[in-house]
């Protein structure tokens, strides 16, 4: 089975080894350059035929784009909601009824290593979509680790409801109207 992949510019790390069908002869291209040694370890791997394509900069690029996607069996398209290439295939591809698997950002998981002191790096990407948050709350879930922005929520319910910035013990906060109103309730000072 010949297999096409696109990608968007923002994805990082990504193991393709987990998205790849195991019965792949044959692997078609067009992702970003810092992407393309993956596939290529992979390619080199598992003997398997892998040639690179550059659809966005293509003399005519609707007939490549038809072209990539008529050449292939199977298209992986990781996508991450703007427009772009990626989004061009996969509307090409969706044309023709081409079978695809398709990954948006957040739908991949990131694997980052802890620095020497815990500290973790969150891809730009993801803090993009979060719209560039500053902090962020870390919950335990079982096994999972959550971490929602702060700034965008009331710190008691969650709730995005219109906030007040309160600063607690020299730490600015955000507060929702009804939980000010119940601490008031308790503490008429605050």
């Not at 393709?16 to 692997?27: E, M, S, V």
């Not at 596939?39 to 007939?63: F, P």
């Not at 090409?92 to 081409?98: G, H, L, N």
Request: charged share 25%.
């Amino acid at each position: 089975m010949k297999v096409a992949i696109v990608s968007s510019a923002s994805f990082q790390k990504i193991n393709f080894a987990k998205l790849i069908p195991d019965n792949t002869t044959g692997i078609f291209s067009a992702v970003p350059a810092h992407l393309m040694e993956s596939i290529v370890q992979y390619a080199d791997v598992n003997r398997i035929c892998c040639e690179s394509r550059d659809l966005e900069n293509s003399a005519d690029k609707a007939r490549e784009i038809e072209r990539f996607c008529k050449e292939c069996d199977h298209m992986i398209i990781l996508w991450d909601g703007r427009p772009d290439i990626a989004k061009e295939v996969m509307e090409y591809a969706e044309k023709i009824k081409k079978p695809v698997s398709f990954f948006e950002l957040d739908s991949l998981l990131y694997t980052e290593q802890l620095d020497d002191f815990g500290r973790l790096t969150l891809p730009a990407a993801i803090r993009q979509r979060l719209d560039y948050p500053q902090a962020f709350s870390v919950q335990a879930d079982g096994s999972r680790m959550i971490l929602r922005p702060v700034g965008h929520q009331c710190v008691f319910c969650e709730k995005g409801e219109p906030l007040r910035h309160m600063v607690l013990h020299q730490k600015s906060i955000c507060i929702c109207e009804s939980c000010l109103g119940a601490i008031r309730e308790i503490s008429p000072n605050v």
